[in-house]
């Protein structure tokens, strides 16, 4: 029992799905039990409200389906109520009694979001048709609101298990590259996390570091088209060969151009190593004709491998890199993406050793 007029009707145990909970708010005592009365004959669960104070009482310890508003109540309005139940409530429907027909009103009120607008006095079969209606309206968007919150879940759940199983491949690929390659294994990995710091410290959207991560894990994919012996060469390249490791930027591309990745893989790959100025290959590329991610890519390529060990020359190591790189800023390499580098191992936030132990 609630105070003043406010009485339960109907029995709580019973299943409310089959029943559908209605609250009525009305100031007049014979429309409330008018209202009730039909209610009742439909089998639906009924609570009484005199005015907006009430009601929003009810409101904060009940759910309902469907609420039956007056316009005019001591107090606080109906339609200010009606608007704080579409706002705080909003899979409750709402029927609007007024006891004026005003064509205005009803146009403002169902542009609201209300389901009905019922003038006094009505007809018995009025009030059914009315509310039979509203409460069906109500289920289904209920049902609707559930169903698409279930689907989101599962694109949600069936797209995390895609860039699971993406990532998955990206390792084995990068991988394949290491065992044709033992002399730079390690190398992919090297560059994937010196390019993402990069694209931090550059303040990068996380999704597009994530995207270089995985295109770094594979940006020397297309060595797997070089024969092993030129890869594994002790000694300096000749011309010939040294043009045939330059044609690995376009072999990966064209193995990775038709897969449908989320971020431009393809691309980052078969620009990793042109230059600012056009002096790079495949494409002779300049300036922002290169995409960001693989002006990141470059840098952190120069630097991994003038750092590390190759078969032909021992490591220069990292000062060594980071002076190349600060040389040729604005000339060959990007002079953000340089900045960038250099303030990381400046600050020390950058460590080859530790961030491949992660």
Same mark, same amino acid.
């Given at each position: 029992?609630? %105070? ?13 799905? %089959? ?9 007049? /005592?014979? &429309?409330?039990?008018? !209202? #009730? ?56 429907? &709402? ?7 005003? /064509?205005? !009103?009803?146009?403002? *009120? ?19 048709? %009315? ?11 209920? #049902?609707?609101? !559930? ?7 599962? &694109? ?12 998955? &491949? ?46 770094? !894990?594979?940006?020397? @994919? ?33 193995? @990775? ?6 971020? /431009? ?34 840098? *952190? ?20 890199? @980071?002076? #190349?790189?600060?040389?040729?800023? %604005?000339?060959?390499?990007?002079d953000q993406v340089v900045e960038a580098c250099l303030s990381l191992f400046r600050k020390g936030e950058f460590n080859f050793l530790k961030e491949n132990r992660t």
């Open positions: 029992m609630y %105070n003043g007029e406010l009485i339960r009707k109907g029995t709580a145990m019973e299943d409310r799905s %089959n029943r559908g909970r209605v609250l009525i708010v009305d100031d007049e /005592p014979g &429309v409330r039990r008018t !209202l #009730e009365h039909i209610v009742k004959r439909i089998q639906r669960e009924s609570f009484l409200a005199s005015n907006a104070k009430e009601a929003r009482s009810i409101l904060e310890e009940e759910n309902f389906d469907l609420i039956l508003c007056d316009l005019r109540m001591p107090g606080e309005s109906g339609m200010d109520l009606i608007r704080h139940v579409l706002s705080v409530y909003p899979e409750t429907a &709402v029927i609007m009694i007024s006891g004026a027909d005003d /064509p205005d !009103l009803a146009r403002e *009120a169902l542009g609201m979001g209300v389901y009905g607008y019922m003038v006094k006095p009505f007809k018995p079969s009025e009030i059914i048709i %009315n509310v039979s209606s509203a409460l069906h309206r109500q289920r289904l968007e209920v #049902e609707k609101r !559930l169903y698409l919150g279930n689907l989101e879940q599962m &694109v949600e759940s069936r797209t995390a298990q895609l860039q699971d199983a993406l990532e998955g &491949v990206i390792k084995v690929l990068a991988l394949t590259v290491e065992y044709r390659d033992p002399y730079t294994a390690g190398h992919q990995r090297s560059v994937a996390n010196l390019a993402c710091a990069i694209a931090e410290e550059m303040g990068c959207p996380e999704e597009q570091v994530k995207g270089i991560r995985m295109t770094g !894990l594979i940006h020397d @994919l297309g060595k797997i088209t070089i024969p092993s012996e030129i890869l594994v060469k002790p000694g300096r390249l000749s011309d010939l060969e040294f043009s045939l490791i330059k044609i690995h930027p376009q072999a990966g591309y064209d193995i @990775l151009k038709g897969i449908d990745f989320p971020w /431009p893989v393809a691309h980052i790959v078969n620009q990793h190593h042109e230059r600012m100025d056009g002096s790079g290959y495949p494409n002779g590329l300049k300036g922002e004709e290169i995409l960001l991610e693989a002006r990141i890519m470059a840098v *952190a390529d120069v630097v991994e491998a003038m750092a590390s060990h190759r078969p032909y020359r021992p490591a220069l190591g990292v000062e060594k890199a @980071l002076e #190349e790189i600060s040389l040729n800023r %604005n000339v060959l390499y990007d």
